[in-house]
């Protein structure tokens, strides 16, 4: 096998927590990321799942170097990440892009939409003088929107539109890695739908690898090839996603998948409810991370930290003791919506009008 | 059975400039005691706007209700005097919002904040009104609910602020909570802890809920019956089960293709909705919905469909239903 276009090792960033405003003393520190591992093939969608604070943006930013690691590796096609200088960094970031979940955030007000995709085009040389008018209109036309819009600012348009532009501007540099955070969580379900489409047909068209950071369940069983489940900082369970959503291996994996509302009211399947809230990142439980929500946790979960492991033929991991002895319950309901046929109706009816 | 609320008609519209939109466009519907219903929408539907008509909350200017009547208990909120409105808010009609954060005081401890209400709304005294915030916070399951009553809102996960709003809504037994958005700030794991808690809730109190949510998801998990809204208006009205076996509306029909299935693997692509909501000062002729339905015929452009019975409870506003002889009659052709 080649060797995959990113490698992370033992990824780990720490923030440290200061009390007082003149004498500041270091209380402590939060491990927001602890020790991540996994690998991004080429043409390859590999999500990050968790709740609020479990280190999945973290995560995303620090492949880009927008922000520091403490520790480990990030080797990117054949690179060290983390010992670049300026001038490769800029490389790099021609070759890794980000597509942030707020576009309207992260869109400066003042410029038009022609003048953001000229940016890194000029910047990394890809296009000037009539070329660039040219490179425009066709990233426009890629990301479904029209040259008109070049001329417009982004207040001008509505989110779906501001998240195509965002994308638009990701393509501009052909990058080989496309770090998704949360690009749809912000959309109402119709357009996001719109992006999910576009962004599966961008990776079909142009080979591009995405690092999809989500939290909802159901798009990253839409969109992605594998699945990292986190928890406090650390990965629980990675694995291919047919094997993750049919046979959950990680209790934590087991109760998100079962707390998402499925819109079907007939469907039959196990309640895992988890009590409580997650734990202070700052003061994360000692041994395994989840023992303290975790049903199935026995005195060897407070004390000894489960590795990372594969399980399984298909290169299924999980980070738990007793994987082997959790059954897990029918969670993901898998029959067809009872709307289905009419809905493979209406999608044929489509071109009949057109 | 009496309906506890009835809405009919209402109209609610916005300034901007110089121009005059309706958010709310004659919606009718009602709420029957102990009932659950889901008002289902994207942004811009009026969904929000039709829970703040009801309370008279949509702020003026901009907004004001020119049309309709809201009537609970047989009577119209629309002409109550402020005062008596004031007295029925939090007290026989309450609201819980998305963002627990924003709708706490945050200078205030929790306690000082759930005893006000108690305080103007019940014949009690302070002690009493303790005691009563404190068996909320049971009630909703807060862990050491003595010491979280002295504890401000920063002190608190999101997960529990949103549990103190609950307890606070219903500490002055409300006879309907209008719920907005409950659990859309909420991760996954809490916010299936709050639907379950409101589930609970709704057992023990008989409390009629409107649930205002952008998620279908969590509309099959918790409601009786359903009202789809587009733009201003209802297109479609059902029991829960039979929404979701049976759509009648191509927006409804669209809404639930869009939505990436837990089940499903995505080897297919979703069914998108294309084009977007249109624009309130702009709104197409006849039905609104039809620049984007694949359905679509002239008479759809130019005649707004009515909101009509097509089964029992089940109401949609569609020249083309039902939809599977349109459908059967297109593939024929």
Known sequence: MSEPLLSVDGLAKHFAVHRGVLFQNKIGSVRAVDGLSFEVAEGETLALVGESGCGKSTTGRMILRLMEASAGSIRFAGKDVRSLDRRALRDLRRDIQIIFQDPYASLNPRLTVGETLAEPLRLH????????????????????????????????FSGGQRQRIGIARALASEPKLIVCDEPVSALDVSIQAQVINLLQDLKEKRGLSYIFIAHDLAVVRHISDRVAVMYLGKIVELSPKRQLFAMPRHPYTQALLSAVPVPDPSAQRARIRLTGDIPSPL???????????????????????????????????VACHFAETIVPPTLVPENEPPYAARLAALRKFRPATA | MTPLLEVDSLRTEFRSGGNTFAA???????????????????????????????????????????????????RNLLNLPEA??????????????????????????????????????????????????????????????????????HQLSGGMRQRVMIAMALACDPKV????EPTTALDVTIQAQILDLLRDLRERTGTAIMLITHDLGVVAELAHRVIVMYSGRIVEEAPVDLLFADPQHPYTLGLLGSIPRLGSDGDERLTAIEGTVPNPFALPAGCRFSPRCPLADSRCRSEAPPLQEIGKGHRTACWKAPLDQTLAGAAAA
């Open chain 2, 177 to 180: 909570l209008i719920a907005d």
């Open chain 1, 125 to 156: 040389g890809l296009a000037s003088g009539p070329k660039l008018r040219q490179r425009i209109d066709s990233l426009l036309a890629e990301v479904g929107l029209s040259p008109w819009h070049a001329l417009r600012y982004p207040h001008e």
């Open chain 1, 283 to 317: 003061n994360p439980p000692s041994g395994c991370r989840f023992h303290t929500r975790c049903a199935y946790a026995k005195d060897r979960c407070k004390v000894e930290e489960p590795a990372l492991r594969p399980i399984g033929q298909e290169g299924e991991k």
């Open chain 2, 24 to 74: 709310v466009d004659g919606v009718s519907f009602t709420l029957a005691p102990g009932e659950t219903l889901g008002i289902v929408g994207e942004s811009g539907c009026g969904k929000s706007v039709t829970s703040l008509s009801i309370m008279r909350l949509v702020p003026n200017p901009p907004g004001h209700i020119t049309g309709g009547a809201v009537r609970f208990q047989g």
């Open chain 2, 84 to 153: 008596e409105m004031r007295t029925l808010r939090g007290g026989a009609i309450s609201m819980i919002f998305q963002e627990p954060m924003t709708s706490l005081n945050p200078v205030q401890t929790i306690g000082a904040q759930i005893i006000e209400g108690i305080l103007l709304h019940r014949a009690v005294g302070p002690a009493e009104a303790r005691a009563r915030a404190l068996e909320m916070l049971q009630l909703v399951r807060i862990p050491s609910p003595e010491t979280r009553l002295d504890e401000y809102p």
